[in-house]
């Protein structure tokens, strides 16, 4: 068995999979069903003043027979008093001393709010502080979450006030409604941000029902923004994870957070530069147990790798990412289609024709079997075809000898300019 | 081969023919229309040729000449 221990900034867990503070660790009833499960660390619903939530909450959205490929969700931070998730963390601590709990809070951006609140919560024990500067429904209408994660000044003023009383680890959770994510981390680090998490959730609307023309979900024949989450958010969390992560002015842990239902998802971001993941959609659509899996397949995966322990895997994979300057314009890779494999379906041969750059012919050979061949002179290597293949195997992608030395477009540009007409 | 194919053999031959007859490119002036390139000879007539580069691969293709001269 690898070591799957974790530490975030000093937050210790058995593994690296967290539940996300959200509807999942709303009650202490909750959390330590997900530690028998065998969670290795949540962070609470945000804590704050109590709110009231609406009926209907949330809506998802399929895709061609896939349930959840997005999630959304109207609901708001605990609406539970403070004092009694006070008592269930520490009862829920008690039991389980070896497992990360971490609090979520958000309050108004007051300095004496930050101090009381962070001075409540660390007295029952909890392992350290989430900043909740990303929800974008709801909270941000009075001022918090993602209208002050959205911020700068307000992200380092607010993690400043935090850290001026925390005894634990601060993270803070950043919100992807903004431009650049590095900005508001950055802003983060400078107010002495122990750790990052992203990406808190999306603003979006997820439909409208044609019959009654009220937006998803209805409340009442009404609709808010909501917040996105779930399989489809996923790349977008992992490029803010790496643009982080090799940020050379935010060099604090990162806890990876955005469409991570499997241990591959996970491997994912921690190579990106993640400590750790959160779980948030998963679990709500398959429930805690599928936590079992995402342990077996990374202690499998890290023992086919060879490597002794999960935090071997952070940060592996930054350095294979940068700006597109930096790619090789010389690197050569063209589709290869598999005749042996081809189910004649033509999906390869419409998307290059119609979309692409018509280089997929579709042929007859001698013996009257329709064939479809590839142009590598004309094929300029954009995958287009194999992703819309339905068959695996039946086109690859080559990569074809190079012509000319590795040329970057910075490279070429560098040298231009030392051509340039006077 | 296809008329783009074709488009940028038929550019890099001119490009290379320059190159082989002992020209250099002396200068680069991209825009909207892709590349002016112009080589010079010291000796040979005329002084200076002039290529319009218009495909991204013939445009590819002598800027790596460029970069390689200078980075080998």
Same mark, same amino acid.
């Given at each position: 068995?690898?070591?799957?221990?974790?530490?975030?900034?000093?937050?210790?867990?058995?593994?690296?999979?967290?539940?996300?503070?959200?509807?999942?660790?709303?009650?202490?009833?909750?959390?330590?069903?997900?530690?028998?499960?065998?969670?290795?660390?949540?962070?609470?619903?945000?804590?704050?003043?109590?709110?009231?939530?609406?009926?209907?909450?949330?809506?998802?959205?399929?895709? /061609?027979?896939?349930?959840?490929?997005?999630?959304?969700?109207?609901?708001?931070?605990?609406?539970?008093?403070?004092?009694?998730?006070?008592?269930?963390?520490?009862?829920?601590?008690?039991?389980?001393?070896?497992?990360?709990?971490?609090?979520?809070?958000?309050?108004?951006?007051?300095?004496?709010?930050?101090?009381?609140?962070?001075?409540?919560?660390?007295?029952?024990?909890?392992?350290?502080?989430?900043?909740?500067?990303?929800?974008?429904?709801?909270?941000?209408?009075?001022?918090?979450?993602?209208?002050?994660?959205?911020?700068?000044?307000?992200?380092?003023?607010?993690?400043?006030?935090?850290?001026?009383?925390?005894?634990?680890?601060?993270?803070?959770?950043?919100?992807?409604?903004?431009?650049?994510?590095?900005?508001?981390?950055?802003?983060?680090?400078?107010?002495?941000?122990?750790?990052?998490?992203?990406?808190?959730?999306?603003?979006?609307?997820?439909?409208?029902?044609?019959?009654?023309?009220?937006?998803?979900?209805?409340?009442?024949?009404?609709?808010?923004?909501?917040?996105?989450?779930?399989?489809?958010?996923?790349?977008?969390?992992?490029?803010?994870?790496?643009?982080?992560?090799?940020?050379?002015?935010?060099?604090?842990?990162?806890?990876?957070?955005?469409?991570?239902?499997?241990?591959?998802?996970?491997?994912?971001?921690?190579?990106?530069?993640?400590?750790?993941? /959160?779980?948030?959609?998963?679990?709500?659509?398959?429930?805690?147990?599928?936590?079992?899996?995402?342990?077996?397949?990374?202690?499998?995966?890290?023992?086919?790798?060879?490597?002794?322990?999960?935090?071997?895997?952070?940060?592996?994979?930054?350095?294979?990412?940068?700006?597109?300057?930096?790619?090789?314009?010389?690197?050569?890779?063209?589709?290869?289609?598999?005749?042996?494999?081809?189910?004649?379906?033509?999906?390869?041969?419409?998307?290059?024709?119609?979309?692409?750059?018509?280089?997929?012919?579709?042929?007859?050979?001698?013996?009257?079997?329709?064939?479809?061949?590839?142009?590598?002179?004309?094929?300029?290597?954009?995958?287009?075809?194999?992703?819309?293949?339905?068959?695996?195997?039946?086109?690859?992608?080559?990569?074809?000898?190079?012509?000319?030395?590795?040329?970057?477009?910075?490279?070429?540009?560098?040298?231009?300019?030392?051509?340039?007409?006077? | 081969?296809?008329?783009?194919?074709?488009?940028?053999?038929?550019?890099?031959?001119?490009?290379?023919?320059?190159?082989?007859?002992?020209?250099?490119?002396?200068?680069?002036?991209?825009?909207?229309?892709?590349?002016?390139?112009?080589?010079?000879?010291?000796?040979?007539?005329?002084?200076?040729?002039?290529?319009?580069?218009?495909?991204?691969?013939?445009?590819?293709?002598?800027?790596?000449?460029?970069?390689?001269?200078?980075?080998?």
């Amino acid at each position: 068995m690898a070591d799957l221990r974790t530490n975030l900034a000093g937050i210790t867990s058995p593994n690296p999979f967290w539940l996300a503070s959200a509807p999942p660790t709303n009650s202490g009833y909750q959390v330590q069903r997900a530690f028998e499960a065998g969670w290795g660390g949540a962070v609470w619903k945000t804590l704050g003043e109590p709110i009231i939530n609406t009926s209907a909450r949330f809506a998802a959205i399929s895709f /061609q027979g896939k349930k959840v490929a997005g999630f959304n969700n109207i609901e708001l931070i605990t609406d539970r008093p403070l004092d009694v998730n006070l008592k269930e963390i520490y009862e829920t601590k008690k039991r389980f001393p070896h497992h990360a709990i971490i609090a979520s809070l958000m309050v108004e951006p007051k300095q004496e709010k930050w101090h009381e609140i962070v001075k409540r919560v660390e007295d029952v024990g909890v392992d350290g502080l989430e900043l909740n500067f990303g929800c974008p429904h709801g909270m941000a209408e009075r001022g918090m979450g993602a209208a002050s994660g959205q911020q700068p000044d307000l992200v380092q003023a607010q993690t400043t006030w935090a850290k001026e009383v925390a005894k634990t680890p601060v993270i803070v959770k950043l919100t992807p409604n903004i431009t650049d994510i590095t900005v508001t981390a950055r802003a983060a680090v400078n107010g002495g941000a122990d750790a990052i998490s992203m990406i808190n959730t999306i603003n979006s609307l997820m439909g409208v029902d044609l019959d009654s023309w009220q937006t998803v979900p209805s409340v009442a024949g009404k609709g808010a923004h909501g917040g996105y989450c779930g399989p489809a958010v996923k790349p977008i969390a992992l490029n803010m994870v790496a643009e982080c992560a090799r940020h050379p002015a935010i060099a604090v842990p990162i806890s990876g957070i955005g469409g991570v239902g499997t241990w591959q998802d996970a491997v994912e971001f921690m190579l990106m530069g993640a400590t750790g993941v /959160q779980v948030c959609t998963a679990a709500m659509h398959h429930g805690f147990s599928i936590v079992e899996d995402m342990i077996d397949g990374l202690n499998n995966y890290l023992e086919e790798k060879g490597l002794a322990s999960v935090s071997e895997l952070i940060g592996k994979s930054v350095a294979n990412y940068s700006e597109w300057g930096n790619l090789d314009l010389n690197y050569r890779t063209v589709a290869s289609i598999n005749t042996d494999v081809c189910i004649h379906c033509n999906k390869c041969h419409i998307a290059c024709e119609d979309t692409s750059h018509q280089c997929i012919e579709r042929k007859i050979a001698l013996d009257g079997t329709p064939f479809l061949h590839v142009r590598e002179e004309d094929c300029v290597g954009c995958n287009l075809c194999s992703i819309v293949c339905p068959e695996p195997g039946a086109i690859d992608m080559i990569t074809l000898p190079y012509e000319q030395p590795p040329m970057t477009w910075n490279e070429r540009q560098t040298v231009l300019a030392t051509y340039k007409g006077k | 081969m296809t008329a783009s194919w074709q488009l940028y053999v038929n550019e890099k031959e001119k490009i290379d023919a320059l190159l082989h007859r002992g020209y250099v490119i002396c200068e680069v002036t991209e825009s909207l229309e892709g590349a002016t390139v112009i080589f010079s000879h010291p000796t040979a007539t005329p002084i200076q040729e002039v290529l319009t580069v218009e495909t991204a691969d013939a445009r590819k293709y002598f800027s790596s000449l460029l970069v390689h001269s200078v980075t080998k």
